[in-house]
């Protein structure tokens, strides 16, 4: 059984950093490019950060690239979000996906929540 | 990058109606695209995948049709279960994007 399971949110004061992390298994989590998700309260799905099977390509959208950084360990079938320069507009539910290329992301953890607030 | 339209963003149908969404893509995508259904409180789910292919599991009321840059999402006979949020995303480039959302309500 395929099971993504988030950890690593919580509150925070604005400028500060948290780690999020995403434990994979139930797969052959090296086949699979990972993503990050996120979504506001009572807001859409904003899609975050995408990283391929090896590591070596990484993809972040406008509103974190610089700030955000998306790794992955194939020996521990993790993904991270290293999560920096937190702002209020940060606050969101932090979902680990799994890719299905050009296709779906078939698989959603249960999400962790990052509060941005003083 | 490419931008998704969703419409409506709300509509309101009773048991056993035909619900159609739809989804525009600010340029040609292909079939790249994915429908999900979003419970409150509970994670995304996968519907249809590759613009018209089931997802395993899920009933046969629910199916998508188009291409490149025009998509629907329908639901042939709405059940009380279906009452939920749908999004539509494009997986064709990067960045990847999701549609704003259609809010579904039974009468």
């Known amino acids: 059984e395929v099971q993504l399971v988030e950890s690593g949110g919580g509150l925070v004061n604005p400028g500060g950093s948290l780690r999020l992390s995403c434990a994979a298994s139930g797969f052959t989590f090296s086949s699979h490019t990972m993503n990050w998700v996120r979504q506001a309260p009572g807001k859409g799905l904003e899609w975050v950060s995408s990283?391929?099977?090896?590591?070596?390509?990484?993809f972040y959208a406008d509103s974190v690239r610089g700030r955000f950084t998306m790794s992955r360990d194939n020996a521990k079938n993790s993904v991270y979000l290293q999560i920096n320069s937190l702002r209020a507009e940060d606050t969101a539910i932090y979902y680990c996906?799994?890719?299905?290329?050009?296709?779906?992301?078939?698989?959603w953890g249960q999400g962790t929540l990052v509060t941005v607030s003083s | 990058d490419i931008q998704l339209t969703q419409s409506p963003s709300f509509l309101s149908a009773s048991v056993g109606d035909r619900v159609t969404i739809t989804c525009r893509a600010s340029q040609g995508i292909s079939s790249h695209l994915a429908w999900y259904q979003q419970k409150p409180g509970q994670a995304p789910k996968v519907l249809i995948y590759?613009?018209?292919s089931l997802q395993s599991g899920v009933p046969s009321r629910f199916s998508g049709s188009g291409s490149g840059t025009e998509f629907i999402l329908t639901i042939s006979s709405l059940q009380p279960e279906d009452s939920a949020t749908y999004y539509c995303q494009q997986l064709n480039s990067y960045p990847l994007s999701f549609g704003g959302g259609t809010k579904v309500e039974i009468k």
């Open positions: 996906t799994r890719d299905q290329p050009f296709s779906s992301f078939d698989y």
């Open positions: 990283i391929g099977a090896s590591g070596l390509h990484i």
């Open positions: 590759s613009a018209f």
